[in-house]
């Protein structure tokens, strides 16, 4: 049965902090890794996207990478603010993991 | 572009009481899917399709059934809503090929009594 582990489960840290989420998937076949984060009562919002030709992706203070080799990929968060709160997620195709729960205290 | 949409956002059924939900996307996606999200935990696929006129089995399929009679369009049927299907039920569709970005919807809050 394929599985995503996402570590650590929940994080609270101060405001400016620089953060490693991280993301483990047991399905070798992956063609790319999508990262959503979720806020509380809402949808799934994208945030990035590695495609399986790529070993990682920026988006403004956001960085991922994916080694689909050990079956990881990890979400970088530069200086952290309280906007960041919320359940990150890195579904492996249709699979979810239960995320990790970000609280950034101001 | 109105992405993913999902109707209603909210409702509450009696146990045995069925409905419907509709899932519409104007992106022109091949692939469409039924989540549910319950407290504390990741989504779960329940029933997905790749294609007008095609529907598939997800990990919790069970008690609920589905449509795709037209492309931009995933109905989620309960027909008999038990309390157990009491969750949030996420919508989303991709292209099916190329990079696989899945687009999801506001979701559907379901109490079922």
């Known amino acids: 049965k394929q599985e995503v582990t996402q570590i650590p489960a929940a994080l609270s840290v101060p405001e400016g902090e620089n953060l490693v989420l991280n993301c483990s998937f047991t399905d070798s076949a992956i063609y790319n890794l999508q990262w959503f984060r979720q806020d509380p009562g809402k949808g799934l919002t994208s945030l990035l996207l590695?495609?399986?030709?790529?070993r990682e992706q920026t988006s403004g203070r956001l960085n991922a990478s994916l080694d689909k080799s050990s079956g990881r990929s990890t979400l970088y968060i530069a200086a952290s603010q309280p906007g960041d709160s919320a359940t990150y997620l890195c579904p492996s195709k249709i699979i979810f993991g239960s995320g990790t729960r970000l609280s950034i205290r101001p | 572009n109105a992405g993913v949409t999902q109707t209603p956002k909210f409702r509450v059924l009696k146990t045995g009481q069925s409905m419907t939900l509709l899932c519409a996307q104007d992106m022109n996606h091949e692939y469409m899917y039924w989540y549910r999200q319950d407290p504390g935990m990741g989504l779960r696929l329940i029933h997905y399709s790749v294609g007008e006129g095609t529907t598939a089995k997800g990990e919790v399929p069970d008690g609920y059934n589905v449509s795709r009679l037209k492309k931009q369009n995933f109905l989620l049927g309960l027909e008999s809503a038990a309390p157990s299907q009491t969750s949030v039920y996420f919508c989303?569709?991709?292209?099916?090929?190329?990079?696989?970005?899945?687009?999801f919807g506001p979701g559907t809050r379901l109490l079922v009594l």
């Open positions: 590695i495609q399986s030709s790529q």
């Open positions: 989303a569709s991709s292209t099916g090929t190329g990079p696989e970005t899945q687009y």
